[in-house]
């Protein structure tokens, strides 16, 4: 099993069509990951990642047509926090917001209306999150990771990456990967991701 990505995951990239976005999800479909669907208002109908990812104007649409069940933004700060009450809005139960320099009093209102919802939002400013051989979703390189049993959660993002490659070269397999952020307001915090490993049956230790 996993925590929060696996096999079951169908991703949304809100922001597919910029740079940013644009490279991260080819990276994140090139690992294995099920990405649907994209969205950037005003590009619905065309298509990103040379043709095999639709793009949409709105993340319902996105939902409606694909199923799509977690998302993950590349929305510039000025425009995230909107973009996170978007995907909840539109059914979306995880939400990974990569975003960084969101002023922290904008996000205030928004993790609460996450928590109204009854979803779950991961960032924001975080590298997001990897189930080894599963799915991969947000900025951490697929590469530096094997599959095991050992959870991992972090709120910095370049330790992650420290933490993963020291157990991978020790030969230690990672079940999942967390990265939850390091903003000072943030919509999962470190307590919530390891009762999430605990009930996960194989997660057997944690880092």
């Given amino acids: 099993m996993s925590i ?3 096999r079951d995951t169908r991703l949304v990239v809100q922001g597919i069509t910029g740079r940013e976005g644009e490279f991260h999800s080819r990276a994140m479909l090139e690992y294995g990951t099920p990405l649907v669907a994209g969205v950037t208002p005003g590009k619905g109908g065309q298509t990103a990642l040379d043709g095999h990812v639709p793009v949409f104007n709105t993340v319902a649409d996105a939902v409606r047509e694909t199923g799509a069940n977690t998302s993950c933004i590349f929305v510039p700060a000025g425009g995230a926090p909107d973009a996170v009450l978007e995907a909840v ?3 979306v139960g995880t939400v990974f917001c990569i975003t960084e320099g969101i002023p922290a009093l904008d996000m205030i209102p928004v993790v609460e209306a996450v928590r109204l919802a009854g979803a779950r939002l991961i960032g924001p400013n975080c590298p997001g999150a990897t ?3 599963r799915a ?6 697929g590469s530096i990771h094997r599959e ?12 992650t990456y420290e933490a993963v490659q020291a157990m991978t070269d020790a030969g230690l397999g990672q079940s999942t990967c967390v990265g939850i952020g390091g903003d000072p307001v943030i919509g ?3 307590l919530d991701v390891l009762a999430l490993f605990a009930a ?3 997660t ?3 880092v």
């Fill in 89 to 91: 809005a539109a059914g």
């Fill in 4 to 6: 929060l990505i696996g």
């Fill in 204 to 206: 057997e230790a944690l």
């Fill in 148 to 159: 095991g049993r050992v959870g991992v959660v972090s709120r910095s993002g370049t330790l």
């Fill in 188 to 190: 999962t915090q470190s």
């Fill in 200 to 202: 996960d049956p194989e």
């Fill in 136 to 141: 991969k979703v947000g900025i951490i390189p």
């Fill in 131 to 133: 189930s080894p051989g």
